[in-house]
């Protein structure tokens, strides 16, 4: 299997704290990878280094084979490396076909309109909110803008940091069912996620973070099994 | 028919105010910082189409388009060497800077065309008379409010259908955010500028048409007052600095009228100190909670 992504001893830090402790890991084509770990063990920051919003003291990061640990943000977007963001983050006063064409930024004008007829079909309560302001959606509604907006822009990863934070139960089934169909389709994922279950459910592989190290990884089948995941994360 | 004269000559000495307005508010808007060099670029602009008129020769319209050219660079500039290094610095030390511009601007202006003021000759002379001659508009009046409409009808559009508009709107909200899109924020934030600077020379030879005058310091009291419209009318709001822009105008046209001259200004910012303790956001200003 073909390499997307690879991620070479990464040493992050905020001032004097030492985020990041030299992790490396990869996600091949195709495949549903997820970081799993408590609040505070670096997997929003080990994200937002890849998509070069923070920078890595040492080693590389490798996307489709090429070195971008130290390419700007939006030029990282355009190699077809995109992220949802943690909380969200959409553009509150755009409307919703607004921060979707925000979304499609890197993208040729000609194809704008065909890809929000797909993006539509994926999120058919978008279409019926399409003019509507995005600060007036509810909670999964977001998540799902959010979502579609990094679509836009044909990523060959995608990348979720806690896209079921803050949501009921029925609306996480809802965005987990959305990763899966994602998943079946071919795009490549990496999430990121404190629910530990939701996400070795639909994970091939799976890596768990502590305290800016990675300390397990394994398929995301044989991460579930293990006995110290369990006590952990799936509560016994 | 006196008050109809003073209530035009306020809404024409607004449309500049709201000019310039518009220049603060769009770079506060998408870079979060005051730029208080935004009145010195006035003056720059002055004096450049002046020269151009008086040096150079040149028509009134390509006068203009030079001090638009020269203005944009001159922006773009100033933010590229002064601004741009203090990105991540506390917004303190970045208000400090556009301070520190101002005054190089206004000392640069000093050493090269000299303390007296000259005569700026209007780029249109003449007006129109109404009522049997009891009312004149001069015909800078006019253009000044036309400039003013067509300005505001042009970004309104800009912002709001093409691309490089909505990725400013984009980045006034959330720069990472924007990132993420892959808008070059960097870019972003100079072409506001570009454009910001490029209205500031139109506002300077408009201002400087009606009042016939100009001196490195003419862009001061302009560009204070105009902020002030900006946050009367709500910053980061276009249609608030256009509206904010021509009621502190027309406030402060009647207030010399009927009030006092001398008081004309106090009255301009006591009228600012109110609409703020009562609307803390301005009059058309969005107060957006933050959302938990």
Known sequence: MEEILKVDNINVYYGAIHAIKGISFHVNQGEVVTLIGANGAGKSTTLQTISGLLRSRTGSIEFCGENISNTPSHKIVEKGLAQVPEGRRIFLQMSVQENLEMGAYTQPGAGIDTDLERVFQQFPRLKERRRQIAGTLSGGEQQMLAMGRALMSHPKLLMLDEPSMGLAPILVEQIFEIIRQLHKDGTTILLVEQNAQMALSVADRAYVMETGKITLSGTGAELAASDQVKKAYLGG | ????????????????????????????????????????????????????????????????????????????????????????????????????????????????????????????????????????????????????????????????????GKAMRACSE??????????????????????????????????????????????????????????????????????GGVLLGIIESLAKAYISTQLANSIVFAVLIITLLVRPAGLLGKYVPEKV
């Open chain 2, 174 to 243: 959330d720069k990472s955010a924007a990132q993420l899109m892959g808008i070059n924020v960097n870019r972003t934030i100079s072409m506001t500028f570009a454009i910001g600077s490029a209205l500031a020379a139109i506002a300077g030879v408009l201002l400087c048409s009606s009042y016939t005058s100009l001196m490195p310091t003419t862009g001061s009291m302009p560009g204070i007052k105009a902020f002030t419209a900006a946050v009367f009318g709500g910053i980061g709001s276009i249609p608030g600095a256009l509206l």
């Open chain 2, 1 to 164: 028919m006196e008050f109809l004269s003073y209530l035009i000559s306020g809404i024409s000495l607004g449309s500049v105010y709201a000019i310039i307005a518009l220049g603060y508010t769009m770079v506060y808007g998408i870079a979060k910082m005051l730029n208080f060099a935004h009145g010195d670029v006035i003056m720059v602009g002055g004096y450049i189409s002046l020269l151009s008129m008086t040096s150079l020769g040149l028509p009134w319209w390509l006068a203009v388009i030079l001090a638009m050219v020269v203005c944009t660079v001159l922006g773009v500039v100033i933010e590229g060497l002064a601004y741009k290094p203090l990105r991540a610095a506390p917004s303190l030390a970045v208000l400090i800077t556009a301070i520190g511009v101002s005054y190089f601007l206004q000392n640069a202006a000093l050493l090269l065309w000299g303390a007296s003021p000259k005569a700026y000759t209007p780029i249109i002379a003449g007006s129109v008379k109404l009522f049997e001659g009891q009312l004149s508009i001069s015909y800078v009046s006019m253009l000044t409010v036309f400039m003013c409409i067509v300005i505001m009808i042009a970004l309104t559009l800009f912002t709001g259908k093409t691309r490089m």
